[in-house]
C-alpha cells in the first residue's frame, strides 16, 4: 500500500481542473478532510493526489446576489453557525449547524463536503432542501446547475460526474415574510448523527394570515435526504395555523421509505417525523410571523 501522496493547495479553480485532468482516478478533492481522512483511515486505498479547495477564494463565503443568497461550497459550518445574513433569511441552516459535530470540527468542515458525502444524516442537507437549493458544479468543460432534489442518488451517490468540482448553493431568497427551522433527534445531544431530522421552511403571504410556499427536508428517512412532498401539499396556500401544521404532520411520512438501523427501528422513526414536523413547523411559523 502506498502511504504518500502529493498534497496540492492551488489557488484558482483552473488549477484545480488541470490538476484533476494530470491525475485522473488518482485525485481526490478535500475541504476540510473531516470525511476523507476518516474514510482513509478506514480503507487501505491512498490517492496519488489530494487537491484542497481551502484556498479557493470563490468557493468561500455568504452573501446576497439579488433575489437569491450564496453560499460557497467551501464556507465552513462554523461561518455558516455565526453568519448574521443566515441569522435573518437563513435560521433552518443556522439550526443545523449548531448542532453537528463539536467545535473544532466545525472550524474546519464545510458545507460542500458535507453535501458531497451525501449520507442520509447530513445534517445541512435537510435545510438546503427546505430553502430549495440548487448546486452549481464545475469542471472544465463547463458549469451546470442540478436543483438538490435531484442531486442525491442513494448513500453516498450524487449525480456529480469525476472531474466535478461542487461550487456553491444557490438559495431564492423569499418575496414574503419566511422562517425556518430545523430539529435532529440523535441519542446524544453532542456528537452524534442524527437518528432523523427535520427541516421545515413556511414563506407566508404579507398579511401572515396564509402560507404562500413549504418546503420540509428530511433526513434518515430513506437512502437519501429528501422532500415530503405529501406534508407540503397540505401546507401550500393553507391558512397559517396549528391546525393546518397538525394536516402536514399527519402525512409527513407518506412518502418516505424508513429502515431500521443500529440507531433506531422504522417505525420509531416514522413517529419522529410526524412529531419533528409538527414542532419544527410552529418554530419556523412563529419565526416567519415575526417578520410580518
Ligand atoms: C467527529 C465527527 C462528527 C461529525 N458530526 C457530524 C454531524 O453531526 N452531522 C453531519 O452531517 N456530519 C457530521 N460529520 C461528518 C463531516 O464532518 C461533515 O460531513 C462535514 O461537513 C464534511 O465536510 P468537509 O469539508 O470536512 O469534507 P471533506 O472531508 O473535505 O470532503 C468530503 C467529501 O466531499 C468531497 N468534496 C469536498 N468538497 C468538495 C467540493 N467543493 N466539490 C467536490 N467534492 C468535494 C471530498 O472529495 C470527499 O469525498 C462528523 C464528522 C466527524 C469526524
Redesign the pocket.
Same mark, same amino acid.
Given at each position: 500500500m502506498k502511504e504518500s501522496y502529493e498534497y496540492y493547495k492551488p489557488e484558482s479553480l483552473n488549477q484545480v481542473f488541470e490538476l484533476l485532468y494530470q491525475y485522473g482516478e488518482g485525485a481526490? +478533492? #478535500? @475541504?476540510?478532510?473531516? !470525511? #476523507?481522512f *476518516?474514510q482513509q483511515r478506514q480503507t487501505s486505498e491512498r490517492p496519488e493526489a489530494m487537491i484542497s479547495?481551502r484556498h479557493i477564494a470563490e468557493?468561500a463565503g455568504i452573501r446576497v446576489d439579488g433575489d437569491r443568497l450564496v453560499i460557497g &461550497? &467551501?464556507t465552513t459550518?462554523r461561518d455558516i453557525e455565526h453568519s448574521e445574513l443566515l441569522a435573518s433569511e437563513g435560521e433552518i441552516l443556522v439550526d443545523a449547524t449548531r448542532r453537528? &459535530? @463539536?467545535v473544532q $470540527?466545525r472550524n *474546519?468542515?464545510? $458545507?460542500?463536503?458535507?453535501i458531497?458525502?451525501a449520507?442520509p @444524516?447530513? !445534517?445541512t442537507a435537510g435545510p438546503l432542501l427546505a430553502l430549495g437549493a440548487t448546486a452549481e458544479l464545475k469542471s472544465s468543460a463547463g458549469a451546470r446547475q442540478v436543483p438538490l432534489r435531484e442531486y442525491f442518488t442513494g448513500p453516498g451517490r450524487t449525480v456529480m460526474a469525476p472531474g466535478e468540482? +461542487?461550487c456553491r448553493f444557490l438559495i431564492p431568497r423569499p418575496k414574503g415574510p419566511a422562517g425556518g427551522c430545523y430539529l435532529k433527534m440523535s441519542r446524544r445531544q453532542a456528537?452524534d448523527?442524527a437518528l432523523v431530522s427535520v427541516g421545515v421552511q413556511l414563506e407566508l403571504d404579507e398579511s401572515g394570515d396564509s402560507i404562500v410556499k413549504a418546503r420540509i427536508g428530511l433526513g434518515v428517512a430513506g437512502p437519501t435526504p429528501m422532500r415530503s412532498l405529501a406534508a407540503e401539499a397540505k401546507l401550500d396556500g393553507r391558512p397559517a395555523t396549528q391546525a393546518t401544521l397538525k394536516d402536514a404532520a399527519r402525512v409527513s411520512c407518506d412518502d418516505t421509505a424508513c429502515r431500521d438501523s443500529v440507531r433506531g427501528q422504522a417505525w420509531y422513526r416514522e413517529e419522529m417525523i410526524e412529531v419533528l414536523t409538527l414542532r419544527a413547523g410552529r418554530v419556523a411559523l412563529d419565526r416567519a410571523k415575526a417578520k410580518v
Open positions: 481526490r +478533492l #478535500v @475541504s476540510g478532510g473531516t !470525511d #476523507v *476518516v479547495l468557493l &461550497a &467551501a459550518l453537528m &459535530a @463539536s $470540527i *474546519v468542515a464545510t $458545507i460542500g463536503g458535507n458531497v458525502t449520507a @444524516s447530513a !445534517d468540482v +461542487l456528537m448523527l
